[in-house]
């Protein structure tokens, strides 16, 4: 029975079929984050996902190993050296973030829309930058608005 309930249920699945970039731009409007487009997305974060987490691995090996020599300048060196690694980590954790919280955006549903405004982000922009989550016209304001009250 449980071989039974697990057929169906990978029949019902129909597959959608993967997309490349090129589809992805000439799709007609009414496509826009459809079943296909969010795999396509979804497969692009969780790439970007993989590679941080490998980058963070190696940071964190390379804070780890850092020796101080015994010449002032080669400690000096290493010093620097293991700061510009932290920034590196802490960097690729950021990102490591906002990419998690654009998966979590595709399960809800809410990807590729403003969160301002409730428009669509456009798929050009989310080919440039998946884990944006404001419309060219909202980061624009936001944008003017920190320049214009900047102290």
């Keep these: 029975m449980a071989q039974q309930t697990a057929a169906i249920q990978e029949h019902d699945r129909t597959p959608v079929p993967a997309l490349n970039e090129m589809q992805i731009v000439s799709m007609a409007e009414s496509n826009y984050m459809d079943e296909a487009q969010k795999q396509f997305f979804r497969a692009r974060l ?3 996902e993989e590679m941080l987490q490998a980058r963070s691995r190696e940071a964190a090996a390379e804070i780890a190993v850092s020796a101080a020599g015994a010449d002032p300048i ?3 060196s290493a010093e620097e050296e293991h700061q510009l ?3 590196a980590r802490a960097r690729d954790s950021d990102q490591l973030l906002e990419v998690r919280a654009a998966l979590n955006r595709i399960d809800t549903d809410d990807f590729g829309w403003c969160a301002e405004t409730g428009e669509m982000i456009g798929v050009g922009r989310l080919l440039i930058c998946p884990t944006t989550t404001l419309c060219v016209e909202a980061q624009q304001r936001r944008e003017s608005m920190t320049t214009r009250y900047r102290i």
Aim: without cysteine; glycine residues 0%.
């Design 46 to 48: 969780v790439a970007i």
């Design 74 to 76: 080669d400690r000096a």
């Design 85 to 87: 690694a932290l920034a």
